[in-house]
């Protein structure tokens, strides 16, 4: 059966609304961290993350991203109708009306209830694999025959009590950069995201070019610890190894891997090695980076966020740089993209998500 279709995406994030803004940021190469405004920050330990100015409300905005999603791909009322929307968000939305409750599921019914989709929803809130959990279903929905189209939808605005959280861990990159796989790592940036992806069938899909297709997922557990990685990236290499061998691929036809990256010591080296492990000695080092070093950790949105960004780098065949990287880590040796721009080669291009509790997900989209 034919690949699903990527039909249309809409974004939302730290650059601006829409993809041209998404676009523009990421291959500048200039991270779009900025000073907190929609909170108090002055007694953190850091005060920036990738957060648009204001206060944007995650109901309008994932109202938004899903409206015009269905716009370019050409999706009428009808359409709409029988389209399933599968929602990737935290738990209680701090951006949640009154009167609505305050609960994943609930959000997911209001955003396919006020954009005309069908009732049937799933809400999806596994931390930073969410938003590729979500795409990972609606393409084997797809595939299956289970249905014509999905939109898959995810959404995170930076907000105090999830700031506060990491800052108390000790997970916010007190330097305020994001240095993924680089000596000298400090941690995390959190940022926006809010993103609309439309997946249709060949035979269904509206848009007469399509803007790419999903190629292969794959998923798998650590089974190790409640919130670090195993260190030799075993569950993440699995999840790889099931991707490509759901696209019958081999992993020399790799043009480019968008990392999950975080910038934290273990999770990097943990990933560096889930990445040796799946690509192995015979195989080219396919090149690497982390676009979360310019648009901040978005948790539940990220992965989504994190697709787009991997098709538009395969349509521009060219790839976004690897941003904060100060000096080479024993522990991530990687061919990691370090001058922009820097050229594609390929169809195919992996993005990897990794989450507490050991979750992976490896997601592979290729273009014609």
Request: proline fraction near 6%.
């Amino acid at each position: 059966m034919d690949a699903p279709r990527i039909s249309a995406v809409a974004t939302v994030s730290a650059f601006g609304r829409g993809v041209p803004a998404l676009h523009d940021g990421v291959f500048a190469g200039r991270p779009a961290f900025r000073r907190v405004d929609r909170f108090a920050v002055d007694d953190r330990r850091m005060r920036v993350a990738a957060a648009l100015p204001g206060q944007p409300d995650l109901i309008e905005e994932l109202v938004a991203v899903v409206d015009r999603a269905c716009a370019d791909a050409g999706l009428g009322q009808v359409a709409r109708e029988s389209c399933p929307l599968l929602l990737a968000v935290h738990t209680e939305p701090g951006a949640a009306r009154a009167g609505v409750a305050r609960s994943a599921g609930a959000l997911a019914q209001l955003v396919a209830a006020t954009c005309g989709l069908a009732p049937s929803t799933r809400a999806y809130t596994s931390a930073c694999v969410a938003g590729t959990s979500a795409l990972a279903d609606a393409a084997a929905m797809v595939t299956s025959g289970g249905c014509d189209r999905v939109v898959v939808a995810a959404g995170y605005l930076v907000e105090s009590d999830q700031f506060a959280l990491f800052d108390a861990g000790r997970a916010l990159a007190v330097d305020e950069v994001v240095r993924p796989f680089s000596a000298g790592r400090k941690g995390i940036v959190l940022g926006d995201a809010v993103v609309a992806i439309v997946i249709e069938s060949a035979a269904a899909r509206n848009a007469a070019d399509p803007l790419g297709f999903v190629a292969g997922w794959g998923r798998a557990g650590d089974a190790y610890h409640v919130c670090q990685p195993r260190p030799d990236g075993a569950g993440l290499a699995r999840a790889i190894d099931a991707a490509l061998r759901r696209a019958a691929l081999g992993a020399e036809q790799i043009g480019y891997v968008n990392a999950h990256g975080t910038g934290t010591p273990q999770s990097d080296a943990a990933e560096a090695a889930a990445i040796r492990r799946a690509f192995g000695p015979s195989a080219p080092a396919p090149p690497i980076s982390s676009t979360k070093s310019l648009h901040g950790h978005a948790l539940e949105a990220s992965g989504l966020l994190e697709v787009v960004i991997t098709l538009l780098a395969l349509r521009e065949r060219r790839m976004p740089i690897n941003a904060g990287f100060l000096a080479p880590d024993a522990d991530c040796d990687l061919n990691l993209v370090l001058e922009s721009p820097a050229p594609l080669v390929g169809r195919y291009a992996l993005t990897v998500n990794s989450a507490f509790g050991g979750a992976n997900t490896a997601v592979l989209v290729g273009v014609e």
